[in-house]
């Protein structure tokens, strides 16, 4: 129980960062591309910054484990059970946020832009060829991974926010994937789809039109290649690189 709500916690986290993320990038089109991306990477920072010193079990860090069942300290069986309580948990914890979100107006915010955003994204995402989002997937966490293993060296709360918001800022930025942040971002839109006042359609470009293919199918469909690129991007271009590198050898049992 205590894993779940700490999964539940970190799900709610990083939709907090995709929700002021959306938020600063309403109106940005009056900046330079690479710019707007770079302050959005820098907000969307918050939600690991809150899993890293608040606590809290996310499923794309989780992916690390793979350190551990290498040096047979857990078995399969053990990874995968924790892996997909997690998982879970994540799930629960940012569908809920987009929940109180879609309920409290706060996506109306700026005439509309902000779920002119969110609604941007969520298509977006769900359009991405299968294969491109496996490897946005997979680049996305070994920036997440480092992230994470970096602020393992950290020794106060300053440093361990200066080791993370630079590689998230870059998974962010570069229009990578992670998969907890599309169990929020994807549902937002879906929940803003379903759920908006009539009046918002008038304010923004976006028409019910356009999103057809903005479903719960397409939803879960989208979530299977990112997460693969996930686990492969934390678990072995990260996990396994580092147990090869510093475990490789020692006497494990």
Same mark, same amino acid.
């Given at each position: ?25 309403? %109106? ?5 591309? %690479?710019?707007?991306r770079l302050v959005a990477g820098l907000v969307f920072s918050l939600g690991l910054i809150l899993v890293v010193i608040?606590?809290?079990? /996310? ?6 484990? !793979?350190?551990?069942?290498?040096? #047979? ?9 924790? @892996? %997909? ?50 490897? /946005? ?5 070994? /920036?997440?991974?480092?992230?994470? @293993?970096?602020?393992?060296?950290? #020794?106060?709360?300053?440093?361990? !926010? ?32 379903? @759920? ?18 903005l479903t719960w199918p397409s939803f879960w469909w989208s979530l299977v290649p990112v997460t693969i690129g996930n ?11 580092? @147990? ?10």
């Open positions: 129980m205590r894993l779940l709500a700490l999964a539940v916690l970190a799900g709610a986290f990083i939709a907090l960062g995709a929700m002021f993320a959306t938020t600063v990038l309403a %109106g940005a089109s009056t900046m330079p591309f %690479g710019m707007s608040g606590g809290a079990e /996310l499923f794309t860090g989780n992916t690390l484990m !793979v350190m551990a069942l290498a040096a #047979r300290k857990i078995t399969v069986r053990e990874m995968l059970r924790a @892996w %997909g309580m997690v998982y879970a948990g994540n799930f629960v914890g940012a569908f809920g946020t987009a929940v109180l979100v879609v309920l409290s107006g706060q996506y109306l915010l700026a005439k509309g832009q902000v779920a002119e955003v969110a609604l941007s994204l969520a298509v977006a995402k769900i359009a991405l060829p299968f294969h491109q989002a496996l490897f /946005l997937g997979v680049l996305c966490n070994v /920036l997440v991974c480092l992230a994470v @293993w970096l602020s393992l060296g950290a #020794r106060g709360t300053a440093d361990k !926010v200066l080791a993370v918001l630079f590689p998230v800022s870059a998974f962010v930025a570069a229009g990578f994937e992670h998969s907890v942040a599309n169990m929020y971002l994807v549902p937002l839109g879906i929940l803003i789809k379903t @759920w908006a006042p009539t009046t918002l359609w008038s304010q923004i470009t976006v028409s019910t039109s356009d999103l057809a293919a686990v492969i991007g934390g678990g072995v271009l990260v996990g396994a690189v580092y @147990w090869f590198v510093y475990l490789r050898g020692e006497r494990t049992g």
